[in-house]
């Protein structure tokens, strides 16, 4: 029960800190207008008669009343396929971090703290993973699964592993040799609560930063499986792929790419805007 | 006599280094009686950090006993030493690092209580904390600030607070005031000397600062690259060292006082020698003026040189035909 | 009567950012003659080492602010000076050493290269003159002039502390300032370093200024000593007024009631109540008097003056 509200105000101090900073504010309530868009995009936008239905009497329409955000080439409304591929979109990009984020943090955290055999073992895994490029290493994953929402998440997520055990091991050894660590081994405390309750909280900026800039890059990665095919399937809407059709069209209709690219930019912007934000109100000496 | 409360048994600490075994601890045997300070003095790199951390086992020993109440803790398992740790505490050198900075201070006080489930109820715990803060002498309004919002001395008082949470019976005090201001240095000296009267607390004081050590000790042992070189009462050592790299130690320290100002003070020449694979003999013996071939082949041990004064050198007692 | 070299009046340092300024400096009044050895004695924060960087004008930019006073070395004030000609000075007729021998040598060259290069920035010498004079100042330091080929690395830290010491002089500079020169060695090797300054001094005739905050080491080696608290000298004379008279500022009087001694038990130790006051808000009056044990009504209000007996200066309402 002490644990539960002692936590509660933790938090709360936090969210106050994050109050305070203005960009961060701006970019939360971007993140909260593409999150309302993607849940309600039924009511926005009809997904059959707008986003999937071809009609080559009105390709590569521009800007008009019916059409927000002008046509594509097979004359399917835009803003209708924005709309609904953010579903995909920020589903894939937010699921595609957290997971290699939890997975790989928690093998760094491991490899960190203990060392020795362990350690040498779980990075020259995460080696022989980070050698390979990573979207080589998702096009062979998914090509071997199968095309599909769920495979190109779990394709995403190995590729993304390496990388956050790297940071958050580092992050964990440069933490474990402080004296407050040391401090808590005397009073008793356990590997776990170590881990949980001492070390974890001190490499969440790097770590956050790291994420939220992941989350882009994994949005570009999904498009560019979607582009070769292993990804989501056409003629379901996800704004990598829409990025990778409206660039043959650059020059007859960069609307296309302008509104898609508009998109995945207002996205990784609000997510950055975030991540700084989180990184210094999670660090109370940076409290005014 | 009583038993002591801790006592070291040719304690031994070895590190592997990539240029062979450095020797950080070098056979230590030592002894502490309840309620007593007994200071540790050397120089960095002499073992004194590392065998306080071997004895609270926050280190696993390579060779030696610790015993704490006649018992080898050393042989204990997770359990048995998870329950030792509201036994033995420590505070440390730096009080910046040693707190976590993402912790109030309320919480860093409440951690041991909590991970020691010594207290449950947390209307308890708060009332702990609340009273921790007062014995040593922290403000109440500073109960929800973090570490960095608080000077050297305030930083500090909270590692004492942490220590004492668990009503420990016996402290390792790693250098707690070296980092601090003279002013400041004496407030924190003056609490731990008055805790340790009020709690019957046993200390083991490592420090560097000789005129800190003989303040609050009431014997001293000086350490050398690894091994305790001289041990006696905290008066008598000061009165009359006689272990020469002692009396180096002694007559190294500049006195706020005129009065020896420009006599010629011993001084020793060199530096420290290698801790790693040392040969054998007396480790002092390279910068030591009595040094003879002797002591640069044949180990030597602590040896009886008065009723309770032991030194670990030739020129006292038996020296080498100990064997 | 010895020249003065270095005649620090009245001045004052603010820090100011855009939260806060801090009052680092408030009235120092410093003289130093030719080839004496000054203590700048105080705690953290007290502002010895400001005192040190407003002398070479090495205060951080645009934060660091002199805002009234005059620096006057040898005759000339260095605050009026252009930063060109104070680039004459600097290094050459007043050299720094800084406290961390670690960090203030360049790993990749080697000892004698490092000399070397402070002497072709000052002085117009053929390389077989530098070479000799590099030979000389390690000997002068008491390192063998063989070991000028070694790098940084190679050496422990009071060998390191030796070698920053030989730079700083090697342009046989007039006033040496240096920055807690020995806190970061060991006492033995501490030992080592003063009795090899207090040589130097009789040597050469350099002045210089120790900023430490350890008593001890002010009395082995200085000729006088300045005590510092809250920007201000509170109390300052020669090593006999400072260690051996009666009188004294209670400040002082706590600085030696908290430092242990080493001949005569004591119970227990008698530390200054309470704390530094803060910079960016300091208390009227004396400002020390929240802390001082003879706290009087006129200190709360009144800034003390100065009180001048023939070498002896206290800052303190207690003496007329």
């Not at chain 2, 040693?98 to 010594?118: F, G």
């Not at chain 3, 009235?27 to 502002?47: D, F, I, R």
């Not at chain 3, 040597?203 to 005590?227: E, F, R, S």
């Amino acid at each position: 029960m002490a644990e539960k509200t002692k936590k509660k105000s933790f938090y709360i101090a936090v969210w106050k800190r994050l109050k305070k900073n203005k960009l961060a504010m701006i970019g939360l309530s971007i993140l909260i207008i593409m999150l309302t868009i993607a849940v309600f995009a039924d009511i926005i936008a009809d997904y059959d008669t707008l986003a999937i239905k071809q009609n080559i009497n009105i390709r590569l329409e521009g800007v008009s009343k019916e059409h927000w955000f002008g046509t594509d080439s097979y004359g399917r409304d835009i803003f209708a396929r924005i709309v609904h591929g953010s579903r995909i979109s920020l589903i894939i990009g937010i699921f595609a971090v957290s997971i290699p984020l939890v997975i790989g943090g928690l093998i760094g955290a491991i490899a960190g703290y203990f060392g020795g055999l362990l350690d040498n073992i779980l990075m020259r895994l995460m080696d022989m993973l980070l050698a390979i490029p990573a979207i080589l290493l998702a096009i062979a994953i998914v090509a071997a699964l199968g095309p599909g929402m769920i495979n190109l998440l779990i394709a995403l997520s190995i590729a993304g592993i390496p990388g956050y055990a790297r940071i958050v091991k580092s992050s964990v050894i440069t933490i474990k040799d402080l004296e407050f660590v040391e401090a808590a081994e005397a009073i008793g405390a356990g590997t776990t609560r170590i881990l949980i309750r001492h070390i974890l909280p001190n490499i969440l900026g790097p770590v956050i930063v790291q994420a939220t800039l992941g989350i882009a890059s994994t949005i570009i990665n999904a498009a560019a499986l979607s582009f070769i095919g292993l990804g989501i399937q056409p003629p379901k809407p996800e704004w990598g792929s829409m990025l990778s059709e409206g660039r043959e069209y650059i020059r007859q209709a960069p609307h296309l790419i302008t509104f898609t690219g508009i998109a995945i930019v207002l996205t990784v912007l609000s997510l950055n805007l975030i991540g700084d934000g989180l990184r210094d109100a999670l660090d109370p000496r940076l409290k005014d | 006599m009583a038993q002591p409360l801790i006592e070291t048994k040719a304690l031994k600490k070895y590190f592997k280094s990539p240029s062979g075994s450095l020797h950080a601890v070098d056979g230590v045997s030592l002894k502490i009686d309840k309620g007593q300070t007994l200071g540790i003095v050397g120089e960095s790199g002499c073992g004194k950090s590392t065998l306080g951390r071997v004895i609270i086992r926050l280190l696993e020993a390579t060779a030696g006993e610790v015993l704490f109440e006649g018992k080898n803790i050393l042989k204990y398992n997770r359990n048995q030493m998870r329950n030792m740790r509201k036994e033995m505490q420590i505070i440390f050198q730096d009080p910046y690092a040693s707190l976590n900075p993402r912790m109030t201070l309320s919480e860093i006080i409440a951690e041991p209580i909590k991970v020691n489930k010594l207290l449950k109820n947390r209307a308890e715990i708060e009332k702990r904390v609340t009273k921790l803060m007062d014995t040593v002498g922290l403000a109440q309004r500073l109960i929800n600030s973090y570490p960095h919002e608080l000077d050297g001395g305030r930083k500090q008082r909270i590692g004492i607070a942490r220590a004492l949470a668990v009503e420990p019976k016996f402290i390792v005090c790693d250098e707690p005031v070296s980092a601090l201001d003279v002013s400041i240095q004496a407030q924190i000296l003056n609490l731990m000397m008055d805790l340790q009267e009020e709690m019957g607390l046993t200390y083991m004081f490592i420090t560097h600062d000789l005129s800190v050590v003989k303040h609050i000790s009431d014997e001293i042992a000086v350490m050398y690259l690894g091994q305790c070189v001289e041990k006696a009462p905290s008066d008598q050592l000061f009165q009359n060292p006689l272990h020469p790299y002692t009396k180096a130690l002694l007559s190294s320290i500049p006195l706020p006082s005129l009065k020896n100002k420009g006599n010629k003070r011993d001084i020793i020449k060199g530096e420290v020698t290698s801790p790693i694979n040392p040969p054998p003999g007396c480790r002092f013996a390279p910068r030591c003026p009595h040094a003879t071939e002797e002591c640069m082949v044949r180990d030597i041990e602590l040896i009886k040189a008065g009723d309770e004064h032991f030194a670990a050198c030739r020129l006292y007692g038996r020296g080498f035909d100990a064997e | 009567m010895s020249q003065t070299l270095l005649n620090i009046k009245n001045l004052y340092v603010n820090y100011e950012t855009d939260e806060e300024t801090v009052r680092a400096l408030n009235g120092v009044n410093l003289k130093l003659n030719k080839g004496e050895m000054l203590g700048l004695v105080g705690e953290t924060g007290a502002g010895k080492t400001t005192t040190a960087l407003s002398i070479l004008k090495l205060l951080p930019k645009d934060i660091g602010i002199i805002t009234n006073g005059q620096i006057e070395f040898d005759g000339k004030d260095l605050t009026k000076l252009k930063e060109a000609e104070l680039r004459n000075i600097r290094g050459e007729r007043i050299s720094m050493i800084f406290q961390d021998p670690m960090t203030s040598l360049n790993p990749v060259l080697t000892v004698g290269e490092q000399i070397a290069e402070v002497i072709e920035l000052h002085k117009t010498l053929d390389k077989k003159q530098i070479e000799s004079k590099v030979n000389e100042m390690l000997e002068l330091v008491g390192i063998p002039a063989k070991r000028k080929k070694e790098f940084p690395h190679q050496f422990s830290g009071g060998m390191k502390q030796r070698v920053i010491i030989a730079m700083a002089l090697s342009c046989d500079p007039e006033l040496l300032i240096a920055d807690e020169p020995t806190t970061a060695l060991d006492v033995t090797i501490q030992a080592q370093v003063l009795n090899m300054m207090e040589e130097l001094k009789h040597k050469l005739n350099t002045a210089m200024l120790l900023i430490t905050h350890d008593l001890g080491v002010v009395a082995q080696i200085c000729d006088k000593v300045a005590i510092m608290y809250a920007g201000e000298i509170i109390e300052s004379g020669t090593a006999e007024d400072i260690f051996e008279a009666k009188e004294h500022h209670p400040y002082t009087v706590g600085l030696f009631g908290s430092i242990p001694n080493l001949i005569e038990k004591t119970n227990r130790l008698k530390p200054i109540l309470g704390l530094m006051p803060d910079p960016t808000d300091l208390p009227q009056g004396c400002k020390f008097h929240p802390r001082c044990p003879q706290c009087m009504e006129i200190c709360r209000k009144v800034h003390p003056d100065d009180r001048q007996t023939e070498t002896h200066t206290i800052k303190c309402h207690l003496y007329k």
